[in-house]
């Protein structure tokens, strides 16, 4: 008996001295996290198939011809486009467009309005110029530097305004405005964000011309080609058009 509660005593005190060891042994380590793979690079916006929206904002003078560009004063020029890569040298531009001239209070008009005939001088009046353009543009760069070149047709409205109203040819009495067909010319330059590599900031250079002449519906003034020079800055963000479409999940066998 004395035997046995010796032994049992001998057994409590083992394991009463071996709960701190097992107390403060170290807990096992977690788990190492499993690799991960780096973020592809973004596509470059050369890509074919790639399109791109933006919009610009500036300044234009209207410096051709006759009445148009006699005493005509720098003003605001805007602009928004959609671009679509045929190729990562191709490109096409489609590109609407607001700008306007105003005149030289010393510059006189070439005709009296009868609306307004005590008006001596152009001070008044406006040209207004909405272009939708079309443009096929060469592009070429490196790293986050790209610049284009292009040019096409456009078709325009153009018309004449005096104390904000549609100036009248004093001999056909039409309206002084409509559509006309012209052309324009473009060279700019980008450059891409780091932190928002398919965003870029642009500086462009545009050249309209528009051929406004009509003898028949304005022989008085106010008619001949029309000569416009913008310089803008904006930005432009790129993106994937034709982007494979989500395949849809197939229903398991047996399941109707």
């Not at 928004?80 to 006189?108: C, D, I, M, N, V």
């Not at 153009?158 to 052309?183: A, C, F, M, Q, S």
């Not at 309209?208 to 080609?225: C, I, M």
Request: include cysteine; charged fraction near 15%; aromatic fraction near 12%.
């Amino acid at each position: 008996m004395i035997a046995r509660a010796r032994g049992l005593s001998i057994a409590l005190l083992v394991m009463l001295g071996a709960a701190p060891c097992l107390a403060q042994a170290p807990a096992s380590p977690p788990p190492a996290p499993s690799p991960t793979h780096p973020p592809s690079p973004p596509s470059s916006p050369r890509i074919s198939g790639r399109g791109g929206v933006g919009g610009l904002i500036g300044g234009s003078k209207f410096y051709a011809a006759d009445e148009y560009s006699q005493g005509a004063l720098a003003r605001f020029d805007f602009s928004g486009q959609f671009r679509y890569f045929f190729t990562p040298h191709l490109r096409f531009q489609a590109s609407p467009g607001f700008t306007w001239s105003a005149y030289s209070k010393k510059e006189p008009p070439p005709f009296t309005d009868s609306a307004f005939p005590a008006d001596a001088t152009k001070e008044h009046y406006l040209a207004l110029l909405v272009p939708i353009t079309a443009q096929l543009q060469m592009v070429w760069g490196k790293s986050a530097w790209l610049y284009h070149l292009g040019a096409g047709p456009g078709i325009y409205r153009l018309w004449i305004e005096n104390h904000r109203k549609v100036l009248v040819d004093p001999v056909t009495l039409r309206l002084h405005r409509g559509p006309y067909l012209g052309v324009a010319a473009e060279v700019g330059v980008e450059r891409f964000l780091k932190a928002l590599p398919n965003t870029s900031l642009e500086v462009s250079a545009i050249h309209h011309y528009v051929l406004a002449k009509r003898d028949e519906q304005f022989p008085t003034g106010w008619n001949s080609a029309v000569g416009v020079l913008g310089l803008r800055v904006g930005t432009n963000y790129y993106f994937d058009v034709n982007r494979p479409k989500k395949r849809p999940d197939l229903p398991l066998p047996g399941v109707k």
